[in-house]
Every structure is written in structure tokens, then in C-alpha cells.
Nanobody, 122 residues
């Protein structure tokens, strides 16, 4: 399986931006579709965005559509989540995940990173 490490989290004010990065190692990164999920305290892990192995196909949760953009650089073994117009309700630990196909549920993915905290203050 591929190993994943997220970075780029932090604290921002509402309306601000952050770019999360996920570095992959191990198996061939370009063989995997990738996903971003998030988990707020006391809540279940929820889908944010997913991207196909080539980057040609992307899909977003309604809550982030138009504000977040997922992309990947297979030459660098990285996937990114650009987050704009952040809201306090975006506060969560953000996880990247790898799987055989793009997906929207936890069970669609086989490898997970450790997560990076994003805190948005009002």
C-alpha cells in the first residue's frame, strides 16, 4: 500500500485560504485515485473531494463545491487541496486517502494519512 503524509494545516480567519498537501510514498502513486476527508470533534469522518488517478475527474461535497479545489502532481507524488473562503464549519482534521477508484465514502479507500488540523475562526 501507499504511505501518505498530510501537511499545510493551520489556523486562519474566516474568509481566508489554506492549501493542504499530501505526500505519497511506497507503491506507484499514479495507480491510485485520491480522496480528502475531514473529521470534526464528535462527528463522523466526512467526504470532501476526490480525484481520479490521471486528475481528469474530480468530485466534491456540496458543502465545499466552488470553494475547494483538489489537484495532483503524479511526478511529485503529491495531491493537494486548495481551500478558499474558509468558514468556521470547515474546522476539522483533514485526511488524505488512496484507493483503487475515486470514491465518496471511507470504505472506498485503502490507505490513510495521519491528518492535519485546520482551524477557522470567526
Amino acid at each position: 500500500q501507499v504511505q501518505l503524509v498530510e501537511s499545510g494545516g493551520g489556523s486562519v480567519q474566516a474568509g481566508g485560504s489554506l492549501r493542504l498537501s499530501c505526500a505519497a510514498s511506497g507503491r506507484t502513486f499514479s495507480n491510485y485515485a485520491m480522496g480528502w476527508f475531514r473529521q470534526a470533534p464528535g462527528k463522523e469522518r466526512e467526504f470532501v473531494a476526490t480525484i481520479s488517478w490521471s486528475g481528469a475527474s474530480t468530485y466534491y461535497a456540496d458543502s465545499v463545491k466552488g470553494r475547494f479545489t483538489v489537484s495532483r502532481d503524479n511526478a511529485k507524488n503529491r495531491v493537494y487541496l486548495q481551500m478558499k473562503t474558509l468558514k468556521p464549519e470547515d474546522t476539522a482534521v483533514y485526511y488524505c486517502a488512496a484507493g483503487p477508484l475515486p470514491g465518496t465514502v471511507v470504505a472506498d479507500f485503502v490507505s490513510w494519512g495521519q491528518g492535519t488540523q485546520v482551524t477557522v475562526s470567526s
